[in-house]
């Protein structure tokens, strides 16, 4: 099939590779000038495993472009792959979405079948066909169908390709031949729905998640408090099928693009529509609370920051991407530099766009140099390099061989027997010198 994106970012760029790998022909278009010209020269303009070797093996089967124009007149299914943001109120910002719509609708000749792929508000569809309708130049027929991607960064190409679930909210068999037949071969089960249950699969689907979240880490304060071990009662609750295991870890809270923004969104259109979900503001609370948390057990422990050097492993919202955005990371360094703290960090690929936004950022090149002449390491996201590291030597080279560990992701007791005191989430601490 020819295959159009309107946006090359996690989701589009992904979108474009997979059906590419399928043996689809894909022509997508970003406004960003930058990152267009990057990919006709071959080049991801993000850190997503698996992306570059795709682009490269299938570069004769995509076309990247500027043009919206060139997507509409050469597509017949239209993937809507752009960015839906909170705005101040916390409800979605669909101006990105009724831009793309605006051009499908002036340059539609033909048939086309547009499909909204990013996470949207229950209603967009509609919003969607009623601007297609109200712009559009020619009484073409056409239809929107709802998508929506749960690829998780670090690992989108494989969660595009293997998905546990394909969702598809159509309104009309045109539209539902179409897409079964574009993921015939996914051997995965596909649900057919209408198209506002399948925009709500989404927004329920990421919303859930952030509440198992937020649930652990409450856990965690509790176990914090009386000595308990959330890892243990993870793994306990885990065990029965009807919770499941997946989520439940304890640490410095969710960032990311997503759940931040699409916990308030769903809020928002809940109260839109008279329904009263506060269940998700409490979510949000209690993951807006982590990095103060995380900060206050860091003073229980330094005593005065004033003056003091922390190193942070890791600044990405999540391993394996260079996605910054939300990432409690820099949540935590913004208060810890308000409390005077010296502030190194080391991130396998995300040190670039993390000094985007705090320019005043130290970055080491490597984890060593972040460890020389540090009161206390902070690891806020698990990268794998970090368990793998020289311990020994990040011991000798500390001024205080202090960690607190933000996601539970290192061995404690083999830190502690090194000489490292050792500070988990929701777990006691070990290695700990008294007074
Ligand atoms: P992104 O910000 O990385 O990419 C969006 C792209 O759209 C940008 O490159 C932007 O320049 C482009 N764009 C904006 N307006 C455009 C226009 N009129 N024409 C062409 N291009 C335009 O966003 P993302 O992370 O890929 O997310 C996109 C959507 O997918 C969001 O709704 C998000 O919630 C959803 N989603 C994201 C993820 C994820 O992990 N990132 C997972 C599932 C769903």
């Given at each position: 099939?020819?295959?159009?994106?309107?946006?090359?970012?996690?989701?589009?760029?992904?979108?474009?590779?997979?059906?590419?790998?399928?043996?689809?022909?894909?022509?997508?278009?970003?406004?960003?000038?930058?990152?267009?010209?990057?990919?006709?020269?071959?080049?991801?303009?993000?850190?997503?495993?698996?992306?570059?070797?795709?682009?490269?093996?299938?570069?004769?089967?995509?076309?990247?472009?500027?043009?919206?124009?060139?997507?509409?007149?050469?597509?017949?299914?239209?993937?809507?792959?752009?960015?839906?943001?909170?705005?101040?109120?916390?409800?979605?910002?669909?101006?990105?979405?009724?831009?793309?719509?605006?051009?499908?609708?002036?340059e539609m000749q033909d048939y086309r079948l547009i499909v909204e792929k990013s996470t949207?508000?229950?209603?967009?569809?509609?919003?969607?066909?009623?601007?297609?309708?109200?712009?559009?130049?020619?009484?073409?027929?056409?239809?929107?169908?709802?998508?929506?991607?749960?690829?998780?960064?670090?690992?989108?190409?494989?969660d595009f390709l293997h998905p546990h679930r394909i969702v598809i909210g159509a309104e009309?068999?045109?539209?539902?031949?179409?897409?079964?037949?574009?993921?015939?071969?996914?051997?995965?089960?596909?649900?057919?729905?209408?198209?506002?249950?399948?925009?709500?699969?989404?927004?329920?689907?990421?919303?859930?998640?952030?509440?198992?979240?937020?649930?652990?880490?409450?856990?965690?304060?509790?176990?914090?408090?009386?000595?308990?071990?959330?890892?243990?009662?993870?793994?306990?609750?885990?065990?029965?099928?009807?919770?499941?295991?997946?989520?439940?870890?304890?640490?410095?809270?969710?960032?990311?693009?997503?759940?931040?923004?699409?916990?308030?969104?769903?809020?928002?259109?809940?109260?839109?529509?008279?329904?009263?979900?506060?269940?998700?503001?409490?979510?949000?609370?209690?993951?807006?609370?982590?990095?103060?948390?995380?900060?206050?057990?860091?003073?229980?422990?330094?005593?005065?920051?004033?003056?003091?050097?922390?190193?942070?492993?890791?600044?990405?919202?999540?391993?394996?991407?260079?996605?910054?955005?939300?990432?409690?990371?820099?949540?935590?360094?913004?208060?810890?530099?308000?409390?005077?703290?010296?502030?190194?960090?080391?991130?396998?690929?995300?040190?670039?766009?993390?000094?985007?936004?705090?320019?005043?950022?130290?970055?080491?090149?490597?984890?060593?140099?972040?460890?020389?002449?540090?009161?206390?390491?902070?690891?806020?996201?698990?990268?794998?390099?970090?368990?793998?590291?020289?311990?020994?030597?990040?011991?000798?080279?500390?001024?205080?061989?202090?960690?607190?560990?933000?996601?539970?992701?290192?061995?404690?007791?083999?830190?502690?027997?090194?000489?490292?005191?050792?500070?988990?989430?929701?777990?006691?601490?070990?290695?700990?010198?008294?007074?």
């Amino acid at each position: 099939m020819k295959i159009g994106v309107f946006g090359v970012g996690y989701v589009g760029l992904t979108t474009a590779l997979g059906f590419a790998s399928k043996g689809h022909r894909v022509f997508a278009v970003d406004k960003d000038e930058t990152k267009i010209e990057l990919l006709r020269q071959g080049k991801v303009p993000y850190f997503e495993p698996g992306a570059q070797d795709i682009l490269e093996r299938r570069r004769e089967m995509l076309s990247f472009s500027t043009d919206p124009a060139l997507v509409v007149r050469e597509a017949e299914v239209i993937f809507i792959c752009v960015g839906t943001p909170s705005l101040p109120d916390g409800s979605a910002d669909l101006s990105q979405v009724e831009e793309v719509a605006r051009f499908i609708a002036e340059e539609m000749q033909d048939y086309r079948l547009i499909v909204e792929k990013s996470t949207v508000p229950v209603h967009t569809a509609y919003w969607i066909k009623r601007t297609i309708n109200l712009y559009r130049k020619k009484e073409v027929p056409f239809d929107v169908v709802s998508n929506p991607e749960f690829l998780k960064e670090g690992t989108a190409l494989s969660d595009f390709l293997h998905p546990h679930r394909i969702v598809i909210g159509a309104e009309t068999q045109r539209a539902r031949d179409i897409m079964g037949q574009l993921y015939r071969d996914f051997k995965v089960p596909i649900i057919y729905t209408d198209v506002k249950t399948a925009e709500i699969i989404k927004h329920a689907s990421n919303s859930f998640l952030a509440t198992k979240i937020s649930f652990i880490n409450m856990v965690a304060d509790l176990c914090e408090a009386v000595g308990a071990d959330v890892e243990m009662v993870a793994e306990g609750m885990g065990l029965d099928p009807r919770i499941g295991k997946e989520f439940l870890k304890a640490g410095v809270g969710f960032g990311g693009s997503c759940f931040p923004k699409d916990i308030k969104a769903f809020y928002r259109i809940a109260e839109e529509n008279q329904v009263d979900f506060s269940l998700l503001k409490e979510v949000e609370r209690i993951n807006l609370e982590r990095p103060a948390r995380f900060l206050k057990k860091i003073k229980k422990v330094i005593w005065n920051l004033k003056g003091k050097t922390i190193g942070i492993l890791g600044l990405s919202f999540k391993p394996n991407t260079d996605d910054v955005r939300e990432a409690p990371s820099l949540k935590i360094i913004k208060l810890l530099m308000e409390e005077g703290a010296q502030i190194k960090a080391y991130d396998p690929v995300a040190g670039e766009n993390a000094k985007r936004v705090i320019p005043s950022l130290q970055l080491s090149p490597e984890p060593y140099s972040l460890a020389r002449g540090a009161n206390a390491l902070a690891l806020i996201t698990e990268w794998e390099e970090f368990k793998n590291l020289d311990w020994k030597k990040i011991k000798d080279l500390m001024e205080t061989p202090i960690i607190f560990d933000g996601r539970n992701f290192l061995e404690g007791r083999k830190l502690a027997s090194l000489g490292f005191e050792y500070y988990p989430v929701g777990k006691p601490p070990l290695g700990k010198r008294n007074g």
